[in-house]
C-alpha cells in the first residue's frame, strides 16, 4: 500500500483543514487507517484512526475538534480539524494496517510521507 498526504498548510488559530490521504496499490477496505502527527523535537504521537468497519479512537488532546473518516470506494481517508490551536503544529503523517486500528504508531506497517500543518496565534 502506497499512501500521499496533502492537505496540510498554514492557518489561524481557531481555522479548520482537511487532511487527505489516498491509497494505491491495494484497497483499503480490510486495512485500518491512522493519522499521527511530529511536532518539532517531539515524539511521533497518535491522533486517530478508524477501523475498516467504520469504527473510530481519537485521541483526547484532539475530542471533539477532529474528526477521522474513510471512502472505501474512493481509497481515501480524511482528517477534518477545527477549532485548530498552535499546539496542533506538526507533520501529519497517514499510516495504514490490516484490519483492526491502534493507537500505536509500531502497529503501522505503511506511512505515507507527512503533510506539514502550522497554526499561528
Known amino acids: 500500500v502506497q499512501l500521499q498526504a496533502s492537505g496540510g498548510g498554514l492557518v489561524q488559530a481557531g481555522g479548520s483543514l482537511r487532511l487527505s490521504c489516498a491509497a494505491s496499490?491495494?484497497?483499503?477496505?480490510?486495512?485500518?487507517m491512522g493519522w499521527f502527527r511530529q511536532a518539532p523535537g517531539k515524539e511521533r504521537e497518535f491522533v486517530a484512526a478508524?477501523?475498516?468497519?467504520?469504527?473510530?479512537l481519537i485521541a483526547g488532546s484532539v475530542k471533539g475538534r477532529f474528526t477521522i473518516s474513510r471512502d472505501n470506494v474512493k481509497n481515501m481517508v480524511y482528517l477534518q480539524m477545527n477549532s485548530l490551536q498552535p499546539e496542533d503544529t506538526a507533520v501529519y503523517y497517514c499510516?495504514?494496517?490490516?484490519?483492526?486500528?491502534?493507537?500505536?504508531?509500531?502497529?503501522?506497517?505503511?506511512w505515507g510521507q507527512g503533510t506539514l500543518v502550522t497554526v499561528s496565534s
Open positions: 478508524i477501523n475498516f468497519s467504520g469504527s473510530t
Open positions: 496499490g491495494r484497497t483499503l477496505s480490510s486495512y485500518a
Open positions: 499510516a495504514a494496517r490490516p484490519v483492526v486500528a491502534t493507537m500505536f504508531s509500531y502497529d503501522y506497517g505503511y
